[in-house]
């Protein structure tokens, strides 16, 4: 069974920090690359942040770099992301999904069973 489930969301104001957390089935997080993808209102999910399998390889989009770090635990499933500095901009709501991040830095779906149901982040100017 594929599984993940997200949580950890939240109101924040501006400035501030949220730890987003993501618990996924052995099947969906075995061997596979873990990410974030924020979804604003309107608009369609975007890429922010990746993690490898090994937990050593991560991707950053320059929207969050240096503000966001994405980590995983390959003992209970869980791939958690520590958002500081938190902007109104970074209003949405945040998908973890499993896939594979490739050598030429696009990020492949494993299909739509490999999302969870997304974590509300709403951050307050």
């Known amino acids: 069974q594929v599984q993940l489930v997200e949580s950890g969301g939240g109101l924040v104001q501006a400035g501030g920090s949220l730890r987003l957390s993501c618990q996924a089935s052995e099947r969906a997080f075995r061997n596979h690359d873990m990410a974030w993808f924020p979804q604003a209102p309107g608009q369609e999910r975007e890429f922010v942040v990746s993690?490898?399998?090994?937990?050593?390889?991560?991707v950053y989009a320059d929207s969050v770099k240096g503000r966001f770090t994405i980590s995983r635990d390959n003992f209970k499933n869980t791939v958690s992301l520590q958002m500081n500095s938190l902007k109104p901009e970074d209003t949405a709501v945040y998908y973890c999904t499993a896939g594979e991040q490739t050598v030429a830095g696009n990020w492949m779906n494993l299909g739509n069973d490999y999302w969870g149901q997304g974590a509300q982040v709403t951050v307050s100017s």
């Open positions: 993690i490898s399998w090994s937990g050593y390889y991560k």
